[in-house]
């Protein structure tokens, strides 16, 4: 009877501490886990926006250069 109760409380401790400490644990991990990805997604979008702006920044500060051929230019004549 004794060997019993003993084993009935082992069980117990066993499942207070599976219950109450690694499965919430577990879950919390998990959890965290969930929020890093999530964060890292974010800051990735932000850094690819952050480089799409920059690099029209970049183009609209540059002037504007008109292709010209050598071949299209035309000596000014006087005409009289």
Known sequence: MMKLIIWGFLFYLIYKFV?????PVGKATAQMKDTLKEMQETQKRQYAE?????????QQQ????EAT??????????VK
């Not at 540059?62 to 250069?65: A, L, S, T």
Request: a negative charge; hydrophobic letters at 30%; aromatic letters at 14%.
């Open 19 to 23: 219950f109450e400490l690694v499965v």
């Open 50 to 58: 952050q480089q799409a702006f920059r690099q029209t920044m970049q």
């Open 69 to 78: 051929r050598s071949d299209d230019y035309i000596d000014f004549e006087d």
């Open 62 to 65: 540059q002037p504007k250069k």
